[in-house]
């Protein structure tokens, strides 16, 4: 059965069923099918359709910023499965024939069933469905010309902390941290657990300096929170790689396999440290903060 899916925004994950019985209408005003609630997207912005056939088409309502389809601005397309339908400036819909989105990424659904993809002790996204964002989201920033920005960020002495404090200590760390940084982001960013003590944001159309300031206020959130466990206060700070979306990346892996590398050199330099691209370093330079590697 086909369906179209939230892939950003608040409503990240969600599904919508399509029919041959009744369109689908997206817009800014609540009444709509899909409600996005942001003033660059029109009331009436565009409608999902099932021809007799069983075609799918998305057609642009004559919107104030268009429509585009994996980049091309459309008025009228067929779909095919995986599309994606960009709503400008940011929201994108996914287009597909799946029934269920979870089991294909081997994810934990949702509580609400919306199809989802969670991580069951943070709540927060999971570690497949980001790396599908990320390739998604690559493809879509390399055609629209877009800046894409990928943090991972990491618990310092993890380990450590469970031998010290206990398992359920690093199991509140980990839950705490995850809280405090999704209470940083913006609604368009993504956050998903990566690893066991290793967390993901993805974030679009940011600059540099954009998200050099984000990830300051995240290491400075999560060293300023306090965290306990049975009266006992346990010191918390993170370690954060950071980069972008450059011309010389072939594919998702390379922007990855850079944050990786950058968020490695920021463990090894100490704790409490973020490391990025050398444009990232020169802006931190700038700006005089000792707590870059």
Known sequence: MPCVVHFSGTHTGKVYWLSKDKELIVGRTPENDVFIEDQNVSKRHARFVVSPEGAVLVEDLDS??????????????????GDRVLIPPSYVLKFSYQVNLAPQMNLVPEATGTGAARDALTGIYAKQYMLGRIDEDFVQARKQDEDLALLLIAVDGFELINKTYGQDAGNMVLREVAKVVGSVLSQEAVLARYENDTFAILLRNLSDAQTVVLAQRIRRAVKNRSFARKGRKIPVTISIGVGGLTRSMKNAMDLIREVQAHLDKAKSAGHDTINGCQSIRAIFSQIGNKHVA
């Open 64 to 81: 104030t910023n268009g429509t585009y389809v994996n980049g091309d601005k459309v008025t009228r397309r067929a779909l095919r499965d």
